[in-house]
Structure formats: structure tokens, C-alpha cells
């Protein structure tokens, strides 16, 4: 296998044996960044210098017996939200640009205090609004299998990087699915943490009480060693819960004879692809040979989840972005000589018509007068699906569904229909509403040869048992090794 295509644990125990460099590996990566990105436009920027500079230091450590751990002078990308000292953040916006932040998001330190080569930061739908990474100002990112396709959104340019190879690992944030969905566009699996796992601190907000960090990677043993790291208590997040990590590590290679699956009915819903349907009902049956039962369970108020998260994240949205005035940092209108002219000149010019579009939501539901026919009554609706989780996981000790309700659609085929786009993520969408971590993984291809991805939930800062349930399936289901031809 091409040296590229490596996952983060085969990297570490070749560079613990002493059979090739940190260096090497992150030259190598950035021979293959040369090669695709311009058919597939996985990142904004790329961070060579530096990340030399820190494949380099790795080396040195290693030489010394002073290696930091299992990501010590391996490569990974980040999703352009997250604050980097030295290189811009974006958020795939205009308004952002040329903003460089004078320091790094908490997920950002700990992955350089852990050895990790940063190449750089990649391309993602504007301010995390949207389902295709067609919403970015840099660009539209390409699906490696199928160059006329969405990676999904928002953390597609992090998700096509892993699945074209041109980096180890990635972090990107889900809102409403921004991690899980990509990743089963791509072929990958992708790890959404429970709310207050990781420390948002650097991560740039688009809807505060739904943001998280989580990595993506080609398989969940990955997953697991980037969750140990990146996880924790930040006291400059006050929604970071203060709880110890684990080696999340130690969870892959368990047995979950005896669990019991819960498989809901409300995620079966009319326009479901068969495809998807069949992937789902074969990860089912990998389940039940793994001596787990699986039983049907109801969560009632799913088919409530796209609408209470389309006024929530919007509201929030609204309420974040009015920092973006042209007057403290980024884009600014020029020649604007009353105040009233800047404000309405520079958002005009430097938002995205998507990133409008969720800020007028947003502001309508807000206003006076309808603020308790909107956000109070999504804000209801989210303690309602709270509680269906609650129930749920009382009886199961996962949940399993599908990740999407369609393979990876063409670009462009949704961009003129904003409501098809937002139920792109119908299924994503709760598990951020209520808070619990998920996780999407691989579990075969179309006829077409487009991947597919299976999720499995599970309850309030239980990532271990998360990542065992899907170590235990990922294993089981002898997903065939393909890779993209770029």
C-alpha cells in the first residue's frame, strides 16, 4: 500500500521501528498533496515550512528515545475554523480571508504538544453552513471517488483529504452532522464527541450550544488515538465538562457479546436509498453475529429534528456572526463614511447567500414577537428528543442507523434547493439537538461504487463504548479495501 494511505497507527509503528522519518513521510505527503489537490481542493492552505520544520523536531525526539506518543510525526490536516497562530483561519469566507489569530484553538495545542505535523487547513461550506462544501469562498471541494460529487459538508475538504490520502487524520467540527456526513461520503469513519468533550476555546462558532470537535480518520482505532489527545477540561470553555479522558484505545479489540443495538424506526423513513437501506440491514445482521441483540426502538420526535435545528442553529448563528461588523477584524467595505453603510456594505459583499440566508432565519426567530413561536418551541422540541435518547439508552447500550439517507449526491444538484440540502442531514441532526457523541463508519458501496456509511449513538460521555461497538463492527464487516482513483 502506497505509503499515503497508511493509517495513524501503521505510521507510528513504522516509525518506532526505526523503518522510515517522520520527514519522509511528511515530503511523501506532500509529493501526493501535489499530485490530486487540484482535481479534488481538499485545503485553503497548506503549512509546508512549518510542518518540515515539526517533522524535523519529531525526528530529533526520536532519536533521543523523547517521542511525545502515537502522534508524534504523523500528518494531519485541520478543518479551517479551528484558530492557528501564523496561518489564516478562514471559515471558507471572504469575511475571513486574511485574518490571522494571535493564538491556537485548545484542539490545535494539544495536537502540536502531542508531535502531530499540521500541513495545513482545509476548505469547508462558509462559516460550517452547509451539507456539500459547495458554499465555500475558496472553491468547491471534489468527492475523490467520483470528481463530480459532493465529500459533503461542512467538513468535506477535512474528509476528502483522508480519503484522497493527503494526510493521515483531520479534524473537522459537526453542528448538525458536519463530521459524520462527509465522512460516509468519503469512505472514512468520522467521530462526533459528546457536547463538552473537547474544548471549543479557538474553534470559530457558528451555533455555540451544537459546535464540537472530532477527528476523522480511516478507521476507528485512529479515531480513538486522536479523541485521547484532543479530549479534556479547558477552563477558557466554560461548556468543557470536567471529566478525566481515557485511552479511548483501549476500547478497540473488545467483544460486545451480550449488548444489546437499538435500531430505530424513524430513521427508516419514505425516500431513504435502498442502498443505504441495505448497508444498514447488513451492519444489523454483523451486529447480531456478533452475539449482540438487536431490537427496534422508537425515538418520536426525530421527524421533528431538521425543523427545531434550522431555527436553533440559525438563532445562534445570527446572534455569533454579528461580531463580523467590518470594523474589529476582517473584510471592511471601503470608502464607507457612515456607520449604518459599513455595516450593510461590508456584510453584503463578504457573506456567502447561504450564510445570509441562516442569519435572516435566525434573526426572524429571534425577534419580537416570535421568538416564542420559534426558538422556545425548537428549544422544547430539543428537551423532547433529549429525553427519547434518555429512554433509549436506558434499555440499549448503542444505537445504530444510517449516517445519510443517500450516497454522495452530484455537485450542484442541490444548491438551488436549500430544504433537499438541510435533509441531507436528517439523521445527524439529533444526536448534536441532544448532545451525545456518534460515530460514522464504512460499510460498503453502491453499485455505482460510491461508499456508504452506518452510525452508531450512544449515551452522554460514553465514546468508549462508542468506540468499541464500532471497532467491533468495522472489524467484522470486511469492508472491501478499495481506494479512490484519482
Not at 9 to 31: D, K, P, Q, V, Y
Not at 118 to 125: A, P, R
Not at 210 to 235: F, K, N, T, W, Y
Not at 361 to 367: K, N, R
Request: aromatic letters at 8%.
Amino acid at each position: 500500500m502506497e505509503s499515503h494511505y497508511l493509517t495513524v497507527h501503521e505510521l507510528e509503528e513504522l516509525l518506532r521501528a526505526g523503518e522510515t522519518t517522520s520527514l519522509e513521510i511528511t515530503e511523501a505527503m506532500f509529493r501526493r498533496i501535489d499530485a490530486v489537490e487540484e482535481r479534488v481542493h481538499s485545503y485553503i492552505n497548506l503549512m509546508k515550512e512549518r510542518a518540515l520544520e515539526a517533522a524535523e523536531a519529531s525526528d530529533r525526539r526520536r532519536r533521543d528515545d523523547a517521542a511525545l506518543g502515537p502522534l508524534d510525526g504523523v500528518p494531519i490536516a485541520l478543518k479551517d475554523l479551528l484558530c492557528t497562530t501564523g496561518t489564516p483561519t478562514t471559515c471558507g469566507s471572504r469575511f475571513l480571508e486574511r485574518f490571522v489569530p494571535p493564538y491556537d484553538a485548545t484542539a490545535v495545542a494539544k495536537l502540536r504538544a502531542a508531535g502531530a505535523v499540521i500541513l495545513g487547513k482545509t476548505n469547508m461550506d462558509e462559516f460550517a453552513m452547509g451539507s456539500s462544501t459547495e458554499t465555500s469562498y475558496f472553491g468547491v471541494t471534489r468527492n475523490p471517488w467520483d470528481l463530480e460529487r459532493v465529500p459533503g459538508g461542512s467538513s468535506g475538504g477535512s474528509a476528502s483529504a483522508v480519503a484522497a490520502g493527503e494526510c493521515a487524520a483531520s479534524l473537522g467540527s459537526d453542528t448538525g452532522g458536519s463530521i459524520r456526513q462527509p465522512a460516509a461520503f468519503c469512505g472514512i469513519v468520522g467521530l462526533k464527541p459528546t457536547y463538552g468533550r473537547v474544548s471549543r476555546y479557538g474553534l470559530v462558532a457558528f451555533a455555540s450550544s451544537l459546535d464540537q470537535i472530532g477527528p476523522l480518520a480511516r478507521d476507528v482505532e485512529d479515531c480513538a488515538i486522536l479523541l485521547s489527545v484532543i479530549a479534556g477540561h479547558d477552563e477558557r470553555d466554560s461548556t468543557s465538562f470536567p471529566a478525566p479522558v481515557p485511552d479511548y484505545r483501549d476500547c478497540v479489540g473488545r467483544s460486545i457479546k451480550g449488548w444489546t443495538v437499538g435500531i430505530p424506526r424513524e430513521y427508516f423513513i419514505e425516500g431513504i436509498d435502498p442502498a443505504v437501506t441495505a448497508a444498514v440491514d447488513r451492519a444489523v445482521s454483523v451486529m447480531k453475529d456478533l452475539g449482540a441483540e438487536c431490537r427496534e426502538i422508537s425515538l418520536p420526535h426525530t421527524r421533528y429534528g431538521i425543523a427545531a435545528y434550522y431555527v436553533i442553529a440559525p438563532a445562534e448563528a445570527s446572534s455569533n456572526l454579528a461580531r463580523y461588523d467590518g470594523i474589529r477584524y476582517g473584510f471592511r467595505s471601503p470608502g464607507e463614511r457612515e456607520l449604518l453603510d459599513l455595516y450593510r456594505n461590508t456584510r453584503a459583499a463578504a457573506f456567502g447567500s447561504e450564510v445570509k440566508r441562516r442569519i435572516m432565519i435566525g434573526t426572524y426567530a429571534l425577534s419580537s414577537g416570535y421568538y416564542e413561536a420559534y426558538y422556545k418551541k425548537a428549544s422544547q422540541i430539543r428537551t423532547l428528543m433529549k429525553r427519547d435518547f434518555d429512554k433509549a439508552f436506558a434499555s440499549c447500550d448503542v444505537i445504530l442507523a444510517p449516517t445519510t439517507p443517500t450516497p454522495p449526491f452530484k455537485l450542484g444538484e442541490k444548491t438551488d434547493d436549500p430544504l433537499q440540502m438541510y435533509l441531507s442531514d436528517v439523521f445527524a441532526a439529533p444526536a448534536n439537538l441532544a448532545g451525545i457523541p456518534g460515530i460514522s463508519l464504512p460499510c460498503g458501496f453502491t453499485a455505482d461504487g460510491l461508499p456508504l456509511g452506518v452510525q452508531l449513538l450512544a449515551g452522554y460521555f460514553e465514546e468508549g463504548k462508542l468506540i468499541q461497538a464500532a471497532a467491533a463492527l468495522e472489524k467484522a464487516l470486511f469492508t472491501e479495501q478499495r481506494r479512490p482513483a484519482l
